[in-house]
C-alpha cells in the first residue's frame, strides 16, 4: 500500500500542476481577450464621439455662414442662403446618422451631453431659418453653444479614459462685437 501512495503523489502533482496552469491561462486569456475587447470598444466610441462632433460642427458652421449673410455677427465668411440651407441640410442628414452610433456606444453622460449640444446648435440655426433675433441674444446663445460642447468633449475623454486634464478655456470671443441698432 506504501508503494501506491508513493506512486500516486507524483501524478496528483501532476495533475494539480496541469489544472492549474489551466486555470491560470484560462484566467490570463480571459483577461487578454477582455483588454482586446474593451479598447476595441472604446476605439469605436473614438469614433463615434468624433464622427458626431464633426458633423454637428458642419452643421452649426453652415448655420453660422447662412447667419452672417444675414448680417449676424460670425467669424465665418457668408455663404448664399439657398446654398448654406442645402450644406445645412447635407450636414443634418450626416449628423442624424453619426448621432445613431454615439446612441448606441456612448455613455449616458456623454449622450445626454451630446443633446445638450445639439439642441443649442439647433437653436443657433433658427437664424439661418429665418428667425429674427438680437445680435447680443446670438451671440449669448453662440457662447452657450461653445460651452455644452466642451461639456459634451469632457464626458466623450472621460468615457474613453482619457485623463490628460481638464481641457483649457477658451482664450478671447470668437465672435465679433455687436451694435444692437443693426438689427
Known sequence: MGSIVVQLLPLVGVVLGAGATFSATALNQRAKWRRGHDARWDEKRLVAYSEFANALKRSATSSNR??????????????????GLRAMAEAEADKTTKWEVVLLLGSPAAV???????????????????????????????????????????CARADLGVCTGALPPGDQPWLPPCDDSER
Open 66 to 83: 447662412v447667419a452672417a449673410t444675414l448680417g449676424y455677427p460670425v467669424a465665418v465668411q457668408p455663404i448664399d442662403v439657398d446654398e
Open 112 to 154: 445626454a451631453a451630446a443633446r445638450s449640444w445639439n439642441r443649442a446648435a439647433w437653436e443657433l440655426s433658427w437664424v439661418a431659418r429665418g428667425r429674427v433675433m438680437e445680435h447680443t441674444a446670438y451671440i449669448e446663445l453662440f457662447a452657450e453653444m461653445g460651452r455644452r460642447r466642451n461639456a459634451f468633449y469632457e
